[in-house]
């Protein structure tokens, strides 16, 4: 099953075309890495799936249903998200932080919900701290809690390791490839990282100035340009190298 499928999507801004007419489809139960250089459209998708940013064009189907504005907070529910770029209320602490966020996912017995998330996160050491004075790795930590708090059908991750040590981005890692292989989940990942995107991604799809370069099974894209490093595929179609 298709639990997200774009079809033809455009975004113009300001006479420039962020996106041109971008086809793929996110699957059940699998992660597809959206690749790509800063400007060439990963996080305007993103944006788009959830909302903050209209299209000038094109369709999104989420489990096979049209989206449009009378159902798009329906579907918002299934959903979540996490970007290093959009941090949660650094005033706030963490306790406060994902308590809101879980009324605001409409999430059914909030008290037992919230108490999974903190055994599962081990975060009751970090409940009483405002969101602003934690760690990377900490606020890593918090923002996966936010953003599993719903049990969410499908995560959007913009970049997630992205300004992260390598022992924080090593647990990332390593948290969303147990995840995934633990629960239904389909998960839409952009990344500039290579060896991080072979690693995760079932499928992968390269954006270049907005526009799909490639798109299929990970293996497949790399057997079709003879590499055995996603790193050499991004090179070749870059020409950096």
Do not use: W
């Not at 890495?33 to 990963?42: F, H, Q, T």
């Not at 903190?118 to 900490?138: A, I, R």
């Not at 390598?166 to 990332?172: H, K, S, T, W």
């Amino acid at each position: 099953m298709k639990k997200i499928e774009v079809k033809n999507l455009t975004k113009i801004f300001n006479g420039k075309l962020a996106i041109n007419q971008i086809n793929f489809s996110l699957k059940e139960n699998s992660i597809l890495g959206v690749l790509g250089p800063n400007g060439s459209g990963k996080s305007t998708t993103i944006g788009i799936l959830l909302g903050l940013i209209k299209q000038t064009s094109g369709e999104i189907y989420i489990n096979d249903t049209y989206i449009n504005k009378k159902n798009r907070f329906k579907f918002l529910n299934i959903m979540n998200f996490a970007s290093p770029y959009t941090e949660l209320p650094k005033r706030l602490s963490v306790i406060e932080n994902l308590s809101i966020y879980a009324r605001l996912y409409n999430v059914k017995n909030i008290k037992d919900r919230l108490e999974e998330i903190y055994d599962y996160f081990e975060l009751y050491d970090l409940l009483g701290k405002k969101t602003g004075e934690l760690s990377s790795g900490q606020k890593t930590k918090v923002a996966l809690a936010k953003a599993l708090i719903n049990k969410p059908q499908i995560l959007l991750l913009d970049e997630p390791t992205a300004s992260l040590d390598p022992v924080v981005a090593d647990y990332l890692k390593t948290f969303i490839y147990k995840y995934k292989k633990k629960n239904n989940i389909s998960i839409l990942l952009s990344s500039h990282n290579m060896q991080e995107a072979q690693t995760l991604c079932d499928n992968i799809m390269i954006l270049k100035k907005g526009e799909v370069v490639e798109l299929g099974q990970t293996n497949l894209v790399l057997d079709k340009y003879k590499k055995k490093k996603l790193e050499d595929v991004y090179f070749k179609i870059f020409g950096e190298k």
